[in-house]
């Protein structure tokens, strides 16, 4: 078969090609596989020795220490009660009016007796002074005198006992005057207009905010570590406030069921705060001046166990560690680490060991 010059030119052609194609394939890979994979970008941080507090924290509920059940103290029928539940009243406000007619009559009863009193001792006066005069002119003997000075010192003591009486009328007519004995909130209205009521009657009940007692219940593992005087942080959702106390008492018996002890702390005047609501708190048991504490992004788990990547020239370095406390997205790490280490935090589970890494614009003070 012949073939033109022509096409042995295109053939030429094609096979040349081919070679430089196949060529330039070989280069490009040749220079992926220099270049290597590429760099991760992360962020990183520089770890410092840091105060640590050792905490326990639990949910418990707010009492009302001073929540009065205002009663009667006297017999009487409610005129009126001027206040209503939820109602803020304060220290002397008058939150009943009670009935006090009776009363007006038996003080104008007990007014006459002391007149009559009064009245019969001037007249004795008189007689012990004319018999004491009689007595002198030698007319009657001196018995006379003495029954009748007698009768005068009955008379006297009457007369206290009398003006008593009227004093005890007075005291209890004021008593139907019902005034609020401490500043707070009404909870209940316990009787109305018309009503009748004894002594010790309740009429209303009053929540006072002033003193507030946190029930804190922790486990029985860490009942050793809780005493007296301990610090305690408390939070509730009804105030934005976190407040700083300190453990009042414990409990001696351990919470049947729940198996926990029962730790009190008080809560004084604080406005927001309202009784019966949850409380959180916050005991601290311990400080430990210098713990090495680590972003919780930065620590991974890997089939070896926790691990963080400490960034050396650009190289991310697998380290093993073990951890302790966390608190605030912090993991405190006993071993594995150095002070001033340079580690992973943001990109830290995409990493392997020995994995080039760049940093992000956020550690531009880490790439010097």
């Known amino acids: 078969m012949q073939m033109t010059t022509k096409t042995i030119y295109v053939t030429a052609g094609v096979v040349l ?40 924290q639990t949910i418990g509920s707010l009492e009302g220490l001073i929540d009065p059940i205002v ?31 009776d009363f007006g009559m038996q003080r104008a009863e007990a007014q006459a007796e002391v007149s009559r009193v009064q009245a019969l001792l001037e007249n004795q006066a008189k007689t012990v002074a004319r018999d004491q005069t009689l007595v002198d002119k030698k007319f009657i003997s001196q018995n006379a005198v003495d029954n009748d000075v007698a009768q005068q010192t009955v008379l006297k003591q009457q007369l206290k006992a009398a003006v008593a009486r009227v004093g005890t009328i007075n005291h209890s007519s004021s008593k139907t005057k019902v005034f609020a004995p401490i500043g707070g909130v009404v909870e209940k209205k316990l009787v109305d207009t018309g009503d009748f009521v004894n002594i010790g009657s309740p009429i209303v009940q009053i929540i006072s905010k002033q003193r507030l007692r946190a029930h804190l219940p922790f486990p029985e593992h860490i009942g050793a570590s809780l005493k007296p005087g301990l610090k305690v942080r408390l939070s509730t959702p009804t105030s934005p406030k976190t407040i700083e106390s300190k453990i009042l008492e414990l409990k001696p018996l351990i919470t049947e069921g729940s198996r926990s002890i ?15 609501a949850s409380v959180t708190g916050v ?41 302790g406390l966390h608190q605030n997205g912090l993991v405190e790490i ?7 280490d340079i580690i992973v935090v943001d990109g830290a589970g995409f990493l392997t060991d020995k994995a080039a890494v760049t940093l992000s614009d956020a550690n531009a003070d880490a790439k010097k």
């Open 283 to 323: 005991v601290v048991l311990g400080v430990q001046p210098a713990a090495m504490m680590v972003p919780e992004q930065s620590l991974v788990l890997r089939p070896a166990g926790d691990v963080v990547y400490v960034v050396r020239d650009k190289i991310a370095n697998q380290v093993i560690v073990k951890t």
């Open 262 to 276: 029962d730790v009190i702390a008080d809560v004084l005047n604080e406005a927001d705060w309202q009784p019966g």
């Open 17 to 56: 090609l081919m070679v430089t194609l196949s060529a330039c394939g070989k280069d490009t890979k040749a220079d992926a596989e220099k270049k290597g994979p590429k760099p991760t970008l992360v962020t990183v941080t520089q770890i410092k020795n840091q105060l640590l507090e050792v905490t326990e």
């Open 71 to 101: 009663s009667a103290e006297v017999a009487a029928r409610v005129i009126k009660v001027h206040v209503n539940p939820g109602q803020i009243v304060k220290q002397g406000e008058l939150i009943a009016t009670l009935d006090s007619a």
């Open 334 to 340: 006993t071993e594995g680490l150095n002070e001033n």
